[in-house]
Structures are given as structure tokens and as C-alpha cells.
């Protein structure tokens, strides 16, 4: 068991198990098909992601560095909130780019119902040791405990 | 909420809800966002319209609808005129039955909804949809130090760049409500010292880089920091030509879309560079150096993923970002060339042309639109990025030049040259 302390992006509990991108997240990428075609375990559509193509993110604890892609990112951060499809929560290993950001707070701020804890600046650390399948546990104040 | 930021008095009752709740909730988003990446104010937008990413009637992109139409409801609409990036489908781009079927009975059943509801939030005019808003036929061009909620990566990257204003690599959504309350956070490449580079990069090819491989190169080197760019200049005749913001466009477009590169500075070239120099750069910037072995181990670590390799190619799209005028009547002279010299009438591959509706409708009035209908190329104002994004046409062997659309999509990279052999009878 470690711990880790970021910086807190959207605030919120969660406990799920981690999912990891070790590249950048491609918002767009990872997600258009999943909101296109009804699939509500929300099934990683990015090709050119090794570690998360075809897997289901919904549910799960998103552990990656940043996001990159269209700038359309963040809205459709949004959306996968919206429609209830999103991760249980995200963890960045960096600061958190403009588009996650933006995703995060246009949830955060305009949805009621949707919880989705976003933690950043977890270090190299964090995504060095965290592995599919690890039980991640999201405290209040940023801490992250994976197991 | 405290804020760190420092808020003007009229930026404090917004927030408070003086002017209705829908309008506090857009500020608050904007503050937020801000203080995230230390923005120490809110400050004003000044260039003459906005740019938004969202073009597209997308059925899965319901709740931003619905978000719109709420904004829409209670009068809390843009302070300025947008243009849009480019629309999703256009009759004149080849689609089979099944494709035109996933195209407007699934995929973008909402386009003409969302159009009405850009026009109530306003959008420029009915032809206002390109990626290259800063074109002069499309009249968004920003003035040097202008500050822009804009996003769209390619646009953004080159008004930064090219024309010296300032804007961040903002989302879409966050574009809109900058321009809804007038003002954007002060941070990142909107400061000066965010507009300082943290790579030297050092041209040293021997002859001309290709624009969208040099532009994936350093994009995938810097990620996010800004490069200052030596050598480049001599490549570019050291003047800031048509031809020259026309290589800029796609070097720019491939360094934010392999990257995530939002200003870069070419020495000799781009505003800043020409006006501050080397002391735009860091003390403790590192370098990249490029030279021809460089870019072909850039070029031959592109994956290919269609599924037969070895594929007859269906379709070529030219103009990711759209074209410009000039590079309209560069390569179409330039197949013209090539046919005659191949001694055939038509293009090989059916081939599409892109370029923002103001651009063609310049274009159609010049004798080298002509040669285009006789070649048979088609000239669209489609975006071929949206065009292709579905497991449908993702599965058509798609040929491209432009190192963007190959990032987003199935589409198969060649070199300009390449790309001219390929649809000119000359590949071997």
C-alpha cells in the first residue's frame, strides 16, 4: 500500500479499480464511440493507445499524466459526465492540462448529479507503481491510496 | 468560494448573480478554470470576434445542447461574432449509401439544430465554418496583442504564432463562455513570460523540411512548452510571405495536434521573433536538433493501421487545416503538371480539396478552378477529420499530407510529393 498527495482539481471521494494510460489521454480519441453508440461501460476507442484500447473506463479509477488531443477534450469530459459514463474518478501524474481543466470545472460547476473527484500533480511516482486492477482509494485533501 | 485571483468589481457581481444565475455559473466556470493554472486576473477580450471548436451536430454531444440552449434561454450569449470550425459533411465529398446513412441518420442528426442555435448564440454568418478563420477572404484575423478566447488547436497555434495575439489552448465550451462574459484568466500564453521558450530547436536539413514533419517532430519533443526556431528562416526566403504562413498553417497544425504546442517562435520570421529575438528564450532552454535523419526516423515511426497495408487507396483529402488561397493554386497547379506529364485526364485517386467556403468562393473565380473541374478534383468545405471519425469511413484506405488528420484518424501519412504521385499516376 502507498500513498500519494496532488492537488485537488474537483472535489469528491471515490474508491474504484485503477485503470492506467501511461501516455496522454486522447479525450476525443478514447471516447467518441463510446457516447456515439450507446456503450455505457464507455470502451476505450483510441487506437493508438496500448494501454487503454479497448478497455472500459467508466467506473474505473483513470490514473494517466495528462490529456492531449482535440480541443475538444473538455466538453466532451462534459458529456461523459453528463450521460453518466465517465471514470470514477482521474489522477494525474502532472499538472493538469487546459482541456482536462476545462472538462473538469464545466462538471464540477454545471452538473448537479455528477461526481467525478479529479486529482493532479500526483508525481512520476504515482504512475510508476499504480497498475491495472490496483484498488485506488480518493481522500478528501488530495490523498490517494493505492492498493 | 475564495479566489486568489484579484476580480474587478463588475467581475465580483457577476459572480455573486447580480446579473441571473446562468451568467455567475459562467463566470465561476471561467474563475476556476483560471486559478488552476494561477491566474492572477480576469482580462478583457479584444480582438473583433471569437473562434469555436464545435461545429458539429454530433447526436452523442446532447448535453452541450442543452447546455447552450440554456444559455441561449437566459440571454447569456457571446459579446462577439464567431466563426466555427468546419462543418461535418458536405454532399460533395464521395459517401456510399451506408455512409451517408451513418451521416444523417445517426451521427449528425443534429446539425441543423445546432446551426440555428449557433446563429441565436452568434455566429458570424451562415458561411463563417473553417478552421482557418484567420484567412483574409474570411475576415477573423486577429491584430498583434490581441487577447482571444478562441480554441480550435491549429487556429489557436497560429494566431499566436503568425500574427502575435494572445490565447491559451482553451476547450471547446470554455471558447464560448470567455466570450459570454467578456473577459478570459490571465495565464499561460496570454503573459509574457509564458510566451518565453523553453526549447532552442535548430534546423539544420539539407534541403526544404517537409511542414508537417518538422511540425511532428518538435511537437512530440516539447509537448506543451514553446520552441524558438533557428534555421528555419532561410527555408522561408526570411519573409513572412503567402507561401510562407501557408507552411506555418501546417507546421503549426501538426506541432498542437502530435504535441500540444500553443506558441512557437520562428527566428527571422514570426512577430515576436522579428521584434525581441533570442531573449525569448529561456536561460535554461534545452535544444533540439533536426536534421534529415531526424525527420525520416519521424516519418518511418508512423504507424499504419489499415488493415490490408498494402491497400489501393479510395479517397485523398488535401487541406487539414483548409487550404489557403495560395496553396489552392499551388497544388492544383501542380497536379495539372504532373497529369499532363503522366499523360492522363484525372486525378488516380478520387481526391478532395479543402478550404473554408469564403477561400473557394474566391478561388472559383480564378482560370485555375477550371483546371481543378477538368482534373476531377472536388473542392469541399468539409471537415475530413469529422468526415472520417466513424468506424465506417475509418475503414476506407485514406490517403493524407497532413500529419493531423493522420493523428485523429485511419488515414495513411504521405509527403506532399508523395501525395502528388500517388493521385497523379506517378507512384510506383
Known sequence: ?147 | MDYKMKLSAEQQNILAGQKGDTLAKVMETMVRYGELFGADSMIKITSDYNHLVTSFGLKALKPIYELMDRLISCDAVSTQKFSCDPRPVDPNVPANFLEKFVFNKFMYTKQTDYEKQLEKLGLLNKDAFTCTCYMDEVGNTPKKGDILSWSESSAVVYANSVLGARCNRNSGIIDLMGSVVGYVPNFGLLTDQGRKAKWIVEVKTTKKPEAQLLGSAIGMKVMEDVPYIVGLDKWLDNKLDDNAKGYLKDFGAATASNGAVGLYHVEGITPEAVELGKSLIEEDAKTYVIDDAELQRVYDNYPIIWKKKEAKPKICFIGCPHLSLAQLVSWTKRVDQALTKNQLDKVTVPTVFTAAPAVAKKFKTMEEYQILQKRGIILSYICPLMYMNNPICGKVPTITCSNKLRTYTTARYYTESEILDQITGGAK
Open chain 1, 1 to 147: 500500500m502507498k500513498e500519494f498527495k496532488g492537488r485537488v482539481v474537483a472535489e469528491g471521494t471515490a474508491s474504484a479499480s485503477a485503470l492506467v494510460s501511461h501516455n496522454g489521454l486522447n479525450t476525443l480519441a478514447s471516447f467518441q464511440a463510446a457516447l456515439q453508440f450507446g456503450d455505457k461501460k464507455a470502451t476505450c476507442g483510441d487506437q493508438n493507445n496500448p494501454d487503454l484500447y479497448k478497455k472500459e473506463m467508466a467506473g474505473k479509477a483513470l490514473c494517466l499524466p495528462r490529456t492531449i488531443g482535440s480541443t475538444t477534450g473538455g466538453l466532451v469530459l462534459y458529456c461523459a459526465c453528463s450521460m453518466n459514463r465517465q471514470p470514477a474518478c482521474m489522477l494525474f501524474s502532472e499538472p493538469i492540462d487546459s482541456l482536462a481543466a476545462a472538462g473538469a470545472v464545466l462538471a464540477d460547476v454545471w452538473l448537479k448529479d455528477s461526481q467525478m473527484p479529479v486529482i493532479d500533480s500526483l508525481g512520476d511516482e504515482f504512475l510508476d507503481y499504480v497498475k491495472d486492477g490496483m484498488t485506488i482509494t480518493v481522500k478528501e485533501n488530495g490523498v490517494v491510496v493505492v492498493d
